[in-house]
Structure formats: C-alpha cells, structure tokens
Nanobody
Framework: QVQLVESGGGLVQAGGSLRLSCAAS????????MGWFRQAPGKERAFVGA????????YYADSVKGRFTISRDNAKNTVYLQTNRLKPEDTAVYYC????????????????????WGQGTQVTVSS
C-alpha cells in the first residue's frame, strides 16, 4: 500500500512558477514509476508527465513540454513537478499517481496503469 500526499499548489499569476511535491509513504517508493495528471473544471483528468522509478526517463504531454519538469528523490520518497511559465489554461487540480514498475527505466502514460493516487492540489493561474 502506498499513500500519496500532494502539496505546493496555490494561486499564481500567468508567467509564474510553482513547485508541486508528492510525498509517498512506505519503503518501496523506488519500485514505483510516478506520474502527474490534472483535471480542469468540467474536463476529464489528463496526463501531464511521468518519470521512471530510477528517475532517468521522463515523458511529458505536449501542452507542458518545455515548461514543466518532473524529478524525484527516492531517498526522500518524493516526486516533484516544477511548473514554469504558467498559463491560465494550466488551472486544474493536480494529482500524483504511483505505478508499480519492474523495469527501472519504464514509465506509464495511461491513467488505468496507475495503482495509487493522491488527493490532489489546486493550481490556479490568473491572467
């Protein structure tokens, strides 16, 4: 069982930055690939980015590529989402998710591949 707790959301002006964190419980964090998703009001939850359990490989949705960066610290059981040059359309609840991964370099893009989810943190970008 893995419990995930996101933090770091808030209200920011367009062009600003936020660093989201996701702290995981348990001693097996390094065996999980991690992902970030977001859900805007009235929309389906959407993939933002993912990172392999080793941290070597990452993948991003086109909408955030070049602006967002995922990283992880396995010693601290934490994954991060650095969001830069934020736009009003980035406004959403951001969720982190964990997917057990037997391969160190693998990450998952599909919501249904994830086993555990956090409760979400709200990011609001004003214009």
């Amino acid at each position: 069982q893995v419990q995930l707790v996101e933090s770091g959301g808030g209200l920011v002006q367009a062009g600003g930055s936020l660093r989201l964190s996701c702290a995981a419980s348990g001693r097996t964090f390094s065996t999980y690939a991690m992902g970030w998703f977001r859900q805007a009001p009235g929309k389906e939850r959407a993939f933002v980015g993912a990172i392999s359990r080793s941290g070597r490989n990452t993948y991003y949705a086109d909408s955030v590529k070049g602006r967002f960066t995922i990283s992880r610290d396995n010693a601290k059981n934490t994954v991060y989402l650095q969001t830069n040059r934020l736009k009003p359309e980035d406004t959403a609840v951001y969720y982190c998710a964990a997917s057990y991964s037997p391969a160190s370099g693998r990450y998952n893009l599909v919501e249904s591949d994830y086993d555990y989810w956090g409760q979400g943190t709200q990011v609001t970008v004003s214009s």
